[in-house]
């Protein structure tokens, strides 16, 4: 009888065993920029109860205050959550004492990952930048601009072609021809981003700033469908950033409308990266904010209805905490509050990496 428990105890223990999941292969770390709770939950009402959000087993919150300031910018939010250490406003991985800070994306480039990201503003504004650029104000677009064309990226997908050109820079200098001469295949259009099949892409989808959703089309969903299928070529695995950028834009307008469009399009996306999580099985899904925009509060509404009264009580960011959402191997490690510098450590120690 002793040897018929101890077999169950033992299968029921290799079973959990098993069960338990691995270091993660991929990340996919998503930021819904100037989305804090009140976002979140005016999608779910717009959507009538039914969110992505939801899908989510483990929840935390994150502080976001700078180095300098109470209430952050995206510039030094988005480098406290990509390099692990709070800086002033507007510095983009950039400590407060002038040295350069390694972001995730390059630590994961030094593991022999694959690495992009796919954003609805332009390519070289304040979040995607924290990812790969190095300067003390993220206004100095010329040199942002031309570290993206410098950079060990594989993809990348967004608005802002202008920047590239000769025309419109105080340098003179052309990042469009160094991308090129590094054997990037630079595309304008959705279809033309979907049948390249170069070995670094970059999708320079706008001129200037993508119009507000819905109206720029799925510049998001199939930017991100895309980098999916370019980065898991490679065996290693693939650190992949995408940002809900106009999140943050409805709130600065306090327009309603444009913040439910914009966190529902997030929403979209978010689906369609824990679809792939799930299939794969071997990816770790990241949702948060660098900070809240607007000071959204909804004092009533209707979620059969799908409606909601707002009040925006400024027009700039706010202090407040964000939600910090997680799926995936290491999932458990984000729940909680957290300051938002502590989310790069976590993933430095989930996937085996030295600080």
């Given at each position: ?146 570290q993206l064309s410098q950079a060990q990226l594989d993809f990348f997908a967004g608005g802002g072609a202008m920047y590239f050109k ?19 295949d630079i595309v304008y259009t959705l279809d033309d981003m979907a049948k390249s099949d170069a070995k670094k892409i970059g999708a ?152």
């Open positions: 009888m002793k040897k018929i428990h101890l077999f169950i105890a033992f299968s029921l223990i290799t079973l959990l065993l098993k069960a338990q999941p691995s270091m993660p292969k991929n990340i996919i770390f998503m930021v819904g920029d100037g989305m804090g709770v009140a976002q979140v939950y005016a999608s779910i009402v717009s959507m009538k109860g039914q969110s992505n959000f939801e899908r989510f087993p483990y929840i935390g919150f994150s502080k976001t205050y700078s180095y300098s300031d109470f209430t952050t910018d995206s510039g030094a939010g988005g480098t406290a959550l990509f390099t692990g250490q709070k800086v002033n406003n507007k510095a983009i991985a950039m400590s407060p004492d002038g040295k350069p800070l390694t972001t995730l994306l390059e630590k994961a480039q030094q593991q022999g990952l694959s690495t992009g990201f796919v954003v609805s503003t332009i390519v070289n504004c304040a979040t995607p930048a924290s990812t790969y650029a190095h300067v003390s104000n993220r206004d100095k677009f010329d040199s942002i601009t031309l000769p025309s419109n820079r105080k340098d003179g200098l052309s990042p469009i021809d160094t991308l090129i001469k590094r054997g990037w320079l989808l706008t001129e200037g700033y993508p119009a507000k959703y819905p109206e720029r089309g799925d510049i998001l969903a199939k930017g991100v469908e895309k980098a999916i299928k370019h980065l898991s070529r490679k065996e290693n695995g693939f650190v992949l950033m995408i940002e809900g950028s106009q999140i943050d834009y409805g709130g600065h307008d306090t327009t309603l409308s444009v913040v439910v469009n914009e966190v529902v399009e997030f929403d979209k996306v978010i689906g369609m990266v824990l679809d792939y999580a799930i299939k794969d099985g071997e990816t770790l899904v990241i949702v948060t904010a660098d900070h809240e925009t607007g000071g959204l509060t909804l004092p009533s509404g209707n979620i059969k209805e799908g409606t909601m009264q707002a009040i925006f009580t400024t027009t700039n960011h706010t202090g407040v905490m964000v939600p910090v959402f997680a799926y995936g191997p290491g999932a458990n490690n984000f729940v909680g509050i957290m300051e938002n510098e502590e989310i790069y450590p976590k993933i430095l120690q989930i996937m085996g990496w030295e600080k």
